[in-house]
């Protein structure tokens, strides 16, 4: 496996579990526990939070320089 495979799995992984704890809290719990709700709640109540969100995503995608260049696949 490459690196960039097991990127991938973690990546899909990640992402998954979190959808069905997600889901669970949500059956068990009701909306108000959710993580969109909670996410929602601390937005909301903490303003500073989604602003460095913001402020970090800029950061990372919206480079005022060309893109960063990804190197061609391993070569197997």
């Known amino acids: 496996m490459t690196k960039q495979t097991i990127a991938q799995i973690l990546i ?22 959710t993580i969109s709700a909670r996410v929602w709640y601390w937005s909301w109540h903490i303003p500073g939070i989604p602003f460095a969100v913001g402020v970090l995503i800029g950061h990372l995608f919206f480079q005022m320089h060309e893109p960063t260049a990804f190197p061609d696949e391993e070569k197997k």
């Open 12 to 33: 899909l992984t990640t992402a998954v579990t979190w959808i069905v704890f997600d889901i669970i809290v949500y059956i068990a719990y009701g909306n108000a526990s």
